[in-house]
């Protein structure tokens, strides 16, 4: 899983995916857990299930690090930039 997760975020060129109500990036930004198998959202939050991280989804601020590096691209599924992807 983490060779995985590594050899995509070397790519970088991986589609955003929908969970639930959000698109969010595909990969976690702990550590590259694909958030399509690993990722459950409850309300505006998202739990990355590998490890346990969860994150905010209006903000995309994670709840268990304050790093820049650990932040979460996502977006409600029903905005514009969501329609034109």
Do not use: N
């Amino acid at each position: 899983m983490y060779a995985e997760g590594w050899y995509a975020h070397q790519q970088g060129d991986e589609p955003d995916i929908k969970l639930g109500d959000w698109i969010v990036q595909r990969r976690c930004p702990h550590l590259q857990g694909d958030l399509s198998r690993f990722g459950k959202t409850d309300g505006t939050k998202l739990t990355c299930t590998m490890h346990g991280w969860q994150f905010d989804l209006p903000t995309g601020r994670c709840l268990a690090s304050d790093a820049p590096t650990h932040r979460l691209r996502s977006r409600p599924a029903d905005s514009p930039a969501a329609a034109a992807s």
